[in-house]
């Protein structure tokens, strides 16, 4: 094959990427073989990564629109095409509710009852609830002069009231506003006096909605709706003019709720005029207005699904086997002596990273214990077991990332719990994000300390961990627990690291790492020889990667890209990514592992990670990658992370060369199988384990 300068391939848009993403998601709301409760779940995880998505990625479309910017990556075209999209996806989300999900629940006597349906009984019982439970949190706002527009926090529920007649003081002042309350519940169950042998529920604003008049006795309602603002919330510290961190981001954590608003969410009712009222207020053009029609928040929904209490419309409960190369109550460090350990979760369970962090904690010839952490949770097993470790007299060092993403206050809160009782608590290095996954434990073993370590693609969130999928590592090999050392002494005392021995490390050589791997394989192309990459990741985005992986596959290479979100690597193009390959995965579980398999003729390849290839994770935050030596044990990863994905018949979605997402024909079959379902199977363990749902 000619080795001529490979042609420049148009990259995607990144923001499209991600709704298309969120397009598939959605698409598991609307199938009839998805347990009904559960195609509630995937409409609200839609939902609540919308949210995300204009927290964080909007607000410089808007900007750039205000301004009437028609140049660079942010334009007034952008925002407009953007804005466009996002209508489209949430008008279908909204289809799918009202003409799908109502009516289905409706049969299995289920129903959320609106004020014109419901019968003299359950009006009289939402009247005394609201008298009782709501009215006394209720402070209606009227506005004039010495009552301006008060603030309106992020994502909170609202109404706005137009008043006819005139106030207490004999003025005209005709716009109010009601802040609802977070503490009240969103959706209401009806007692069985009212409800009979359905489950009714009514919504809060639905109850707040018929009573409004009783807010503003000698005033008339008029014009009213629910609003619900979304406002730019990705935190801005500048590290290097704070003097300290963890006090500067709880002060940042304060202001968040109160950013510039990106987004207004309003009844589909909603009048011209207090539309055109609300938008003046936050300084939103038209686009970012969202007539809903129905619940202007979906997320809060996610309560129904507990509420119901019926199995019979959930997934069946699986239970994850305990990882098949642990045996149970035998020492791990032993088993590690003998051989590296893989465990592919959620399929296995997640109990046998804490049972290697409870045997160190209680083992008394454990001195040492190290760890990152980037997402807990706030009730966290694991953060116990490191207090637990701190008060048995153990050296405890946590790398705690506070700038982790709507994250940080628990974070804060586990960093400074575990000062409190002795634990050093460093927070990496100024600038960067610490992502990378790994505890490290040493222990002493007659005269010598052994290390033992435990690296992931990304888990130390028990809950999480049962809902996603990742690779765990459990190792004593000397070389890599080495380089682990070296790389918690790096963190905390931000001294010069010395050269590694597998480890590759962001932001200082994993890029330029990959992309060498990566020309080596088009070198093997070139040549005649097998050439083969296939990768599995959360986003790709990164363009000295994406084009190491164009001038690949223009040389021969064999390329298959398993690309769970964002993808701006358009594939099949023909004479530019003819060999380029990409297809999406969505089930069950979020897929979330990073595995990297490079073959050049007889070489091969294989690495873990806890990076996805984003611009972000190659040179703002420090990242891990990891080779796996064992063969046994890579050839497990590439036929469960990797071969198996490519097959999968049932939930895959194949990158088209005009950027859209197809499914197989397979997947309407329904003998087909999905990846997940098939490891599912492998991994199931008998009655009695932990049972495991879907991701939200």
């Known amino acids: 094959m000619c080795d001529a300068a490979p042609t420049v391939v148009p990259f995607l848009d990144r923001d499209h990427s991600i709704l298309a993403f969120n397009e598939r998601v959605l698409d598991w709301a609307q199938r009839g073989s998805v347990p009904l409760l559960e195609r509630l779940r995937f409409l609200t995880i839609v939902s609540s990564n919308l949210d995300e998505f204009f927290e964080v990625r909007a607000a410089d ?52 009852v609106s004020h ?144 510039a608003a990106v987004r207004l969410e309003v009844s589909s009712g909603c009048s011209e005029y207090l539309s055109s009222f609300l938008l003046k207020q936050f300084n939103l053009p038209e686009a970012a207005l969202y007539r809903m029609h129905g619940p202007v928040n979906l997320v809060r929904f996610q309560q129904m699904i507990d509420l119901v209490n019926a199995p019979k419309l959930l997934f069946p409960p699986y239970r994850p086997g305990y990882p098949r190369q642990l045996v149970p109550g035998r020492p791990i460090f032993d088993q590690l002596k003998k051989r590296d350990v893989i465990i592919h979760q959620p399929f296995e369970s997640f109990e046998g990273v804490l049972d290697f962090l409870r045997e160190a904690v209680h083992d008394p010839q454990v001195l040492a214990i190290k760890q990152t952490i980037y997402r807990t949770g706030n009730d966290s097993v694991m953060m116990e077991l490191l207090r637990e470790a701190v008060v048995q007299g153990k050296e405890v060092t946590l790398v705690v ?137 959360n986003a790709l985005t990164d363009e000295p990667l994406m084009q190491a992986l164009v001038r690949a596959g223009q040389r021969g290479a064999r390329i298959d890209l398993i690309v769970r979100g964002a993808c701006m690597l358009p594939a099949r193009v023909p004479g530019l990514t003819d060999n380029i390959r990409v297809r999406s995965i969505i089930g069950r579980f979020l897929e979330h592992s990073r595995v990297f398999y490079f073959r050049a003729g007889n070489e091969e390849q294989l690495f873990l990670s806890s990076a996805d290839w984003m611009n972000r994770n190659m040179l703002r935050r420090i990242e891990l990658a990891w080779p796996v030596k064992d063969a046994e044990l890579r050839q497990r990863i590439i036929d469960e992370c990797l071969v198996a994905y490519l097959h999968d018949a049932k939930d895959s979605w194949d990158l088209q060369p005009d950027g859209s997402y197809k499914r197989p024909k397979s997947a309407e ?15 199931a363990a008998p009655p009695g384990s932990e049972e495991v749902r879907s991701w939200t």
Request: charged letters at 25%.
């Open 401 to 537: 990332e506070l700038k982790a993403r709507f994250d940080e206050e628990a974070n804060i809160n586990w960093a400074e719990a575990l000062e409190a009782v002795g634990a050093q608590v460093v927070y990496g290095v100024v600038g960067l994000k610490t992502h990378a996954k790994m505890l490290l434990v040493t222990r002493r073993e007659g005269h010598s300390l052994v290390r033992y370590a435990h690296l992931s693609t990304g888990n130390y969130n028990p809950r999480t961990a049962r809902l996603y999928t990742d690779v765990s590592h459990l190792t004593a090999d000397p070389l890599l627990t080495a380089d682990v050392e070296q790389v918690f002494v790096h963190l905390a005392s931000q001294s010069k690291l010395p050269r590694l021995n597998h480890v590759t490390i962001a932001p200082f050589h994993l890029q330029r790492k990959l992309i060498e791997q990566i020309d080596l394989v088009g070198v093997a192309a070139a040549s005649g020889l097998d050439a083969r990459i296939v990768l599995k990741m």
């Open 116 to 259: 014109g349906d419901r019968s003299a009984a359950q009006k009289a019982w939402v009247r005394q609830y609201f008298e009782n439970d709501v009215r006394p949190l209720l402070i209606p706002v009227g506005l004039d002069p010495a009552h301006p527009f008060p603030q309106v926090a992020n994502k909170s529920l609202n109404f706005i009231v137009r008043l006819a007649g005139k106030d207490a003081f004999g003025r005209e002042n005709e716009i109010a506003i009601v802040k609802v309350p977070r503490v009240l519940p969103r959706l209401i169950p009806m007692p069985a006096k009212v409800a009979g042998k359905k489950k009714l529920f009514v919504s809060l604003s639905s109850v707040i909605r018929a009573h409004l008049d009783l807010l503003f006795p000698g005033r008339e309602v008029g014009q009213f709706s629910q609003f619900r603002v979304t406002r730019h919330s990705d935190l801005a510290i500048e590290e290097e003019e704070v003097r300290n961190l963890r006090t500067a981001l709880r002060l940042g954590l304060q202001q968040r709720h109160y950013g």
């Open 61 to 112: 479309h808007l900007s750039a629109a205000q301004a009437g910017e028609h140049k660079g990556p942010y334009t007034v075209e952008s925002f407009e095409a953007l804005a466009g999209a996002a209508h489209r996806l949430v008008e279908k989300q909204y289809a799918i509710f009202n003409e799908e999900l109502a009516p289905a629940f409706k049969k299995h006597g289920i129903e959320i």
């Open 669 to 683: 079959d329904p003998k087909a199988k999905g990846a997940q379902a098939a490891l599912m199977e492998r991994h």
